[in-house]
């Protein structure tokens, strides 16, 4: 149950951080933020993000979840390749002619984070209902979820 709920608030604080770095290069592209202040918010969280990809990886990894692991992977080394590419910080000089980058990583990022998340509250409120209920509920929970599940996917 912890697990999920730790993989849970991880991934939903990545999520919202992909969502505010696509309202900034919106911003940036429309006029209303100046590209100092672009590179400076930008630069701010990349640390804080690549910890947030690995400690997810990590979490994912050490419990077993491979397939989760997998799509978590795909941000990580994208994020990895930018920035040894030098493509992921953002100077002033280069705010515009990165902003497409900038965009694109986010919207590639966004999807997966969905992806995980979505099963990832699958996957909690499955434990939550297994859990609390009593042997015969839980069979008929889990008979539940799973059918819902193949519905689903």
Known sequence: FFYWVLVFLIQFSLL????YGT??????ETDY?????FANKINSFLMIELGGHIL??????????????????IPLLYF????ARGELTVTPNTA??????QRRRYYVTLVVYGVVLSVGLFRLS???VVDLLSPLGRQHASELLHEAAAAIF
């Open 16 to 19: 919202i951080r992909s969502f």
């Open 80 to 83: 990895v390749a930018l920035m």
């Open 96 to 101: 515009l002619r990165k902003a497409s980058v």
């Open 126 to 128: 499955e434990t939550v």
């Open 56 to 73: 997810l990886f990590l979490v994912l990894a050490v419990a077993g979840k491979w397939l989760l692991v997998a799509i978590q992977l």
């Open 23 to 28: 309202i900034l290069v919106s911003d940036l």
């Open 33 to 37: 933020l100046n590209t100092h202040d």
